[in-house]
């Protein structure tokens, strides 16, 4: 079965600081990987994903993310952080080629921004 | 169309008793996703539909939990019986195909 680890719980950058959020997967297969960003109290918004092709993907909000085969990583990085990107990310990884729809998520990392 | 909506937003229940929430999904979208998220965690999936059939449910998914999608449109999602341990937010999304989940507000269920 398939797996995500967020090893960090909390971290805080200060605004304008570049950001790496780090997520590592476990599955034997070609992974689906995604990147969700939730604010309190409401659901989840995609951010990116990877399903194939170049392994540098470009989201929303100035996000991106590199999948690293070798390392079984997916970390959501940004140049240049906004307050506004205070929230929780969550990586998920998809086994959709065995035609399972299910979405394994990690347990988050929450992000705050000091000015 | 405004999104994936939720509702009840919020429920407070006795242990015991039954409760019911509704998912609307994005009108064109044919599938259909139950998670829940408890406070700290990621969301677990529960279940998934594609149009009214349920492919997919989650060993999560005990016998007193039931969910539906009547015509494909609309689904339900029943606890009886409710347990403190059910306390939790109940997320739904919705796709087409094999597009980007989108995800409502969720429902977030607390029983004392």
């Known amino acids: 079965a398939q797996s995500v680890t967020q ?3 909390h971290i805080t950058v200060s605004e304008g600081a570049s950001l790496e959020l780090r997520c590592n997967y476990s599955y034997g297969a070609t992974p689906y990987l995604f990147w969700y960003v939730q604010s309190p109290g409401q659901g989840l918004q995609l ?4 399903f194939s ?3 540098l993907v470009q989201g929303i909000k100035g996000f991106e993310a590199e999948f ?7 970390n959501l990085r940004k140049p240049s952080v906004h307050w506004s990107d205070a929230a929780e990310y969550f990586c998920a990884v998809g086994a959709w080629d065995t035609g399972r729809r299910a979405l394994t998520f990690g347990s988050g990392t929450r992000l705050q921004v000091q000015p | ?3 994936v909506s939720q509702n009840p937003r919020h429920k407070i229940t006795k242990r015991g008793q039954n409760v019911t929430f509704r998912c609307d999904p994005i009108s064109e979208h044919n599938r259909l996703y139950w998670y829940r998220q408890t406070l700290g965690q990621g969301p677990e999936f529960l279940t998934y539909f594609q149009n009214e059939a349920q ?8 016998d007193r ?4 999608r009547p015509k494909g449109s609309f689904s339900t999602l029943e606890i009886q019986r409710t347990e403190q341990g059910d306390s939790a937010m109940y997320l739904c999304a919705s796709s ?4 980007e989940a989108f995800f409502g507000q969720g429902t977030r269920l607390t029983v004392v």
């Open chain 2, 96 to 99: 087409w195909d094999r597009g």
């Open chain 1, 7 to 9: 090893p960090d719980i």
């Open chain 2, 55 to 62: 492919l997919e449910k989650s060993r999560l998914l005990s």
């Open chain 2, 1 to 3: 169309d405004t999104g």
């Open chain 2, 65 to 68: 939990f039931s969910a539906e």
């Open chain 1, 53 to 55: 092709g170049d392994t």
């Open chain 1, 68 to 74: 690293k085969r070798s390392q079984s990583s997916f």
């Open chain 1, 47 to 50: 951010l990116l994903k990877y």
